[in-house]
Every structure is written in C-alpha cells, then in structure tokens.
C-alpha cells in the first residue's frame, strides 16, 4: 500500500508542474483522491465539475465535497446549445467513436470552466479505470482468466491514452492541457505488478479497485466516496443520453 502511494505521489510531482491547477472532479474515488493527494501536496487546486441541471456528479460531487471542503467550481451544461457544441467537438477530433465524442464533449466544458477561473492546467484521475480493473467489462474477463484481464488491460490504456490526445486538441481552444499523472509509462509498469486479486475479486465483483479503494481510506477520503460504485463521465454527467437525443434529433 505505501509503495502504490509513494508511486502516485511520484507520478503527480513529476506530471504536475504548475503549482495552481484545477482537478476535474465528480465525486467517485479516482478523482477524489487525486484531489486530496495534490492538496495534501501542496497544490493550489480547484475543482471542477461539469454536467447538466440536477445531474449524478453535479449532486455527488457536492455532497462528498462537503467533507473535502476544498474550492469548487460546477458549470452546468446549457440543453439549447449541446447540439452545436457536440458537433463541433466532432469536426475537431473527426470519429465517430461515441466514447471519444462524450468525453471530449464534457472535457470541453471542464476547459471552459477553467478558462473562466484563469485555470490553464487541469489534472485528471485517468489510468485508474484501466489499471485497477473499474470497468464492468473486466468482470466478463476474469471469468475467462488473469490473462484475458492482461489483454483488455492493455488495449483500454492504448484507446485512453490515444483519446486523451482528441481530448487534449479540444481543450487547446481554451489555452487549458489535460494531464493525466496516472497514464504516464512508468505508473503503468508500477500497476501492472500489483496483482489482479487486488483489483478484482471474480465475475461478481461490482465495486472492484479493491486496492484504490483501500488507499482512498487511508488517505481520508470521505467513505461515501471511496466506496462508490463507477458510474462514468458520460452517464454522470447525462451527456450521453443528451448526445444521443441529439443525434436522433439531427
């Protein structure tokens, strides 16, 4: 547990050079504990939160803030304009992966929030899902074997990590990068040896990240906090229902 500490306190110093950043934030246990590993850095942090009107982040992120007690931020997401700005994200990172859209289309609004606060840093908790088994699909993995996990492992952090460059051309409009601490080549090589029984315990498994989760407690993260179950940026901040409605519309 200390060395995957001391490992993502590493990442973090070596990938986080402004001292003033904001941290894209929605509650769950990656981003809050990422939060609370750069304040206790000594960071100047802000958090970010984005969504629509009565969204789960915008509603969780408050809620495990009041614990935190660190500055937030919430941009909600205006329903009159979506469409517009969905289709421009898709002109500028030209795919139709609807996975790579969603979070481009929310890291859009992350960076215009920041640009607003004067912000041209913002910190993400990416790698985490891919590393320590978050994704529902490991469970279909892991009933087949330790190796299948291996291989999905290592195609999710190939798409995270070509996707966080679409992300990073969409925040440029802004003047704002996205860095991603826990995407970097040597956490990767660090997690990998953490054994999988650590991050998964079976097909059953549906909290998973068992080992981050752990962390997050010793790190005082709020336990409402450490021990949500994944919902994603795209379900949280209901863009992906809003860009699906958009779609059909257009």
């Not at 929605?26 to 304040?39: F, N």
């Not at 969905?86 to 790579?100: A, F, G, Q």
């Not at 795209?234 to 992906?240: A, E, S």
């Amino acid at each position: 547990m200390n060395q995957l500490l001391d490992e993502i306190q590493r990442s973090i110093k070596t990938s986080v050079l402004d001292n003033s950043v904001g941290v894209a934030f929605s509650g769950g246990v990656d981003s809050t504990l990422v939060a609370k590993l750069l304040h206790d850095a000594g960071y100047d942090i802000q958090l970010l939160t984005i969504g629509f009107h009565d969204s789960h982040d915008i509603n969780f992120a408050k809620e495990v803030n009041e614990f935190l007690k660190f500055k937030h931020n919430i941009l909600e997401i205006e329903p009159e304009s979506f469409q517009e700005t969905s289709e421009k994200i898709h002109d500028i990172i030209k795919t139709d992966n609807l996975s790579w859209n969603e979070n481009s289309i929310a890291f859009y609004y992350v960076s215009k929030l920041a640009k607003n606060l004067g912000i041209s840093t913002v910190i993400t908790a990416n790698g985490i899902d891919e590393l320590f088994c978050g994704y529902n699909s490991y469970r279909e993995a892991i009933s087949i074997s330790e190796n299948e996990v291996q291989k999905m492992m290592d195609l999710k952090l190939k798409n995270e990590k070509e996707m966080m460059i679409a992300v990073n051309n969409v925040s440029s409009e802004f003047g704002v990068t996205i860095v991603q601490p826990l995407l970097t080549d040597s956490f990767i090589d660090f997690a990998k040896t953490i054994p999988i029984s650590k991050k998964i315990h079976g097909a059953d498994d549906l909290l998973r990240k068992h080992v981050i989760r752990e962390l997050a407690i010793e790190c005082n993260v709020p336990k409402i906090s450490a021990y949500k179950q994944k919902k994603a940026l795209q379900y949280g901040t209901q863009i992906h229902k809003s860009l699906l409605k958009s779609r059909k519309t257009s």
